[in-house]
C-alpha cells in the first residue's frame, strides 16, 4: 500500500528540486503606442519610390526584395561570407554551445579508466607488507558522481543555456546590423559620386567664367578685383574637388572592409543613386512587436533569465552536496600480479559536504546573484528603450525628408535661375561679378544639400527596416532560419 507513494519519495529525490525564482517578464519601460505629432503626420511618399510593402512586416520582407539595386544585393552576399566580425559572432556561438555542453555534461557520472604505481615507506611499527618501501599498482575503472538534490547543476546548466541563446541572439542582430551598413555605405559611396559630378561641374563653370574675365580684363572692360573674384571660385572649387575624391576614396575603403574583400571587378551594374527604389511604407506595428522582432532585445533577455537562473544555483550552495566515488578494478604490490587471481579491489565512498562556515562566500555570492539580475534587468528595459527611441526616430525622418527633399529641389531650380540672371547682369554691365560669385556659392551649397538629404533619406528607411527587425531573411516569404545556424 506504501508502494505508490515511496516511489514517487524516490522519483523527486532523483529528480530533485529547483531553487531558481520564478521568472517574470519585465513591463516594457515604453509607451503603448508611437509618438504622434507633425514630424509623423505625413504619409511615406511611396509613388516617388515606385514600390509598396503591402502590408508585409519587416522581419517578413527578405533583403533581396527590399534592395533592388542588383549592385547591392551582390555586395550583401559577399559580406555576409567574408566579415570577419560576423565570423567571430559565429564562433561565439560555437564557443557558447560547448559551454553549455560542458555545463550540462555535470548532470551524468563521470567515468574513467585509471591506472597507477605508488612507491611507499610507513614507519616499521606500521608495516604490514613483506618490504619496506613497497609498491602498489592499480588498474580499474573510477566513477565518481554529484547528485543534484537541489538544482545547483542544473540551474548552472539553464544559466549556459540562456547565454547561448543570447549569444545566437546577438549574432542574429549582427547580421541584420552588417545588412544595413552595407547598404549604407554603399549609398554614402554613390552620394560621394553625385558630389563629385556636381563639384567638376562647378569647377568647369568656373573655369569657362574665369576665361571669360581674364579676356574682359586684358581689354580693360573689367577691373582685377572681378578677375580675383572669378579666380577664387576656380581655386574653391579645385579644393572641393580634392576634398570630394578623398572622400569617395575612403568611403569605398569602408565599404571593403565591410564585405571582407576587395570589390569584385565583375559587379553587375548598379542603380543611380536617384534611382535606389527602397521600401518606403513598411508597416510599425505596435511597441510591443518589437520583442519578439529586434534579436538584441531577445538576447538581453536571454541574459536576464541567465541571471535568474544563477540565482537557483547561488541558493543551493547553502545546502549539501551529495557526492558519490567508486572504484573497481585490480591491486597488487607486484606488476606481474596485477591481473592474477584475488588481486580484485573496489571501493565505494558516499560523501555529503554540509557548508558551515566559508568566511561569507555563499551569502556574498548569492547578494551578487540578486544585484546582476538586476544590472540585467536594467539593460533589458535599456535595449527596449533605445529600440523604441530607433523606430520614432525613423518614422520622423520617414515622414518629415521626402517634404524636405522637394523643397531643396524647388531651393536648386531657383538657385539656378539666380546664377543665370546674375551671368546676364555681368555680361551686360548691369553688375559686378559679386553676385555671380554668391549665386554659384548659393547653387553649389544647394546641390550638396539637396544630394545629403537625398543620402539622409534612404539610409534612415534602411535604418527603420534594420530597427524594426528586417534583414534576417534574404527572401520574402521563406521561413527564418534558426538564430544559431
Known amino acids: 500500500m506504501y508502494k505508490l507513494p515511496v516511489m514517487a519519495v524516490a522519483a523527486a529525490l532523483v529528480a530533485g528540486c529547483s531553487l531558481i525564482p520564478e521568472y517574470e517578464q519585465p513591463a516594457a519601460p515604453v509607451s503603448s503606442a508611437w509618438p504622434q505629432g507633425d514630424a509623423y503626420a505625413a504619409p511615406p511618399d511611396v509613388n516617388a519610390v515606385g514600390r509598396s510593402a503591402n502590408g508585409v512586416a519587416a522581419t517578413a520582407i527578405g533583403w533581396r526584395e527590399f534592395f533592388v539595386d542588383p549592385r547591392l544585393q551582390r555586395l550583401v552576399d559577399i559580406a555576409l561570407q567574408n566579415n570577419r566580425d560576423l565570423r567571430v559572432s559565429v564562433l561565439n556561438i560555437e564557443a557558447a554551445r560547448a559551454q553549455y555542453q560542458i555545463t550540462r555534461a555535470e548532470l551524468f557520472p563521470a567515468i574513467d579508466a585509471a591506472a597507477s604505481r605508488a612507491r611507499t615507506r610507513v614507519p616499521d611499527a606500521m608495516q604490514s607488507f613483506p618490504q619496506n618501501p613497497y609498491n602498489l599498482y592499480n588498474v580499474g575503472l573510477q566513477a565518481s558522481w554529484e547528485i543534484d538534490f537541489w538544482g545547483r547543476i542544473r540551474s548552472l546548466k539553464e544559466q549556459a543555456l540562456a547565454q547561448y541563446l543570447a549569444t545566437a541572439y546577438g549574432r542574429q542582430a549582427a547580421e541584420i546590423a552588417l545588412v544595413s551598413q552595407v547598404a549604407n555605405q554603399y549609398l554614402t559611396l554613390l552620394s560621394t559620386d553625385d558630389l563629385l559630378r556636381v563639384t567638376e561641374e562647378t569647377l568647369k563653370a568656373a573655369r569657362e567664367s574665369y576665361a571669360i574675365t581674364k579676356a ?58 536617384d534611382g535606389q527604389k527602397v521600401l518606403a511604407d513598411i508597416p510599425e506595428g505596435l511597441p510591443s512587436d518589437l520583442l519578439t522582432r529586434r534579436p538584441d532585445i531577445m538576447a538581453a533577455e536571454q541574459m536576464l533569465l541567465a541571471a535568474n537562473a544563477n540565482i537557483g544555483a547561488a541558493r543551493a550552495a547553502f545546502l549539501p552536496r551529495i557526492a558519490l566515488t567508486g572504484s573497481y578494478g585490480s591491486q597488487s604490490l607486484a606488476f606481474h600480479d596485477l591481473f592474477k ?50 523606430v520614432a526616430d525613423g518614422l520622423a525622418a520617414r515622414g518629415t525628408y521626402d517634404q524636405q527633399i522637394k523643397a531643396l529641389e524647388r531651393n536648386a531650380v531657383a538657385n539656378q535661375r539666380a546664377l543665370s540672371i546674375s551671368e546676364l547682369r555681368y555680361q551686360n554691365g548691369v553688375d559686378s561679378y559679386l553676385p555671380v560669385l554668391t549665386a554659384q556659392t548659393n547653387l553649389y551649397a544647394a546641390l550638396q544639400a539637396l544630394i545629403n538629404a537625398r543620402l539622409a533619406r534612404l539610409t534612415n528607411l534602411v535604418d527603420l527596416y534594420r530597427a524594426l527587425g528586417g534583414g534576417w531573411i534574404e527572401h520574402t516569404g521563406e521561413t527564418p532560419r534558426p538564430a544559431d545556424s
Open 216 to 273: 574682359q580684363f586684358e581689354t580693360g572692360v573689367v577691373t582685377e578685383l572681378d578677375l580675383r573674384q572669378a579666380e577664387s571660385v576656380v581655386e574653391m572649387a579645385e579644393a572641393n574637388r580634392q576634398a570630394q575624391q578623398r572622400a569617395r576614396a575612403q568611403a569605398e575603403n569602408a565599404l571593403v572592409l565591410l564585405i571582407g574583400a576587395p570589390l569584385p571587378a565583375d559587379l553587375p551594374t548598379g542603380l543611380p543613386f
Open 341 to 390: 587471481s584475488g588481486s580484485l579491489a573496489w571501493g565505494f565512498t558516499p560523501q555529503i559536504l554540509l557548508p558551515i562556515f566559508e568566511g561569507g562566500a555563499n551569502v556574498a555570492n548569492l547578494e551578487l546573484a540578486h544585484v546582476m539580475k538586476r544590472v540585467e534587468i536594467a539593460n533589458y528595459e535599456r535595449t527596449i528603450q533605445s529600440a523604441f527611441r530607433e
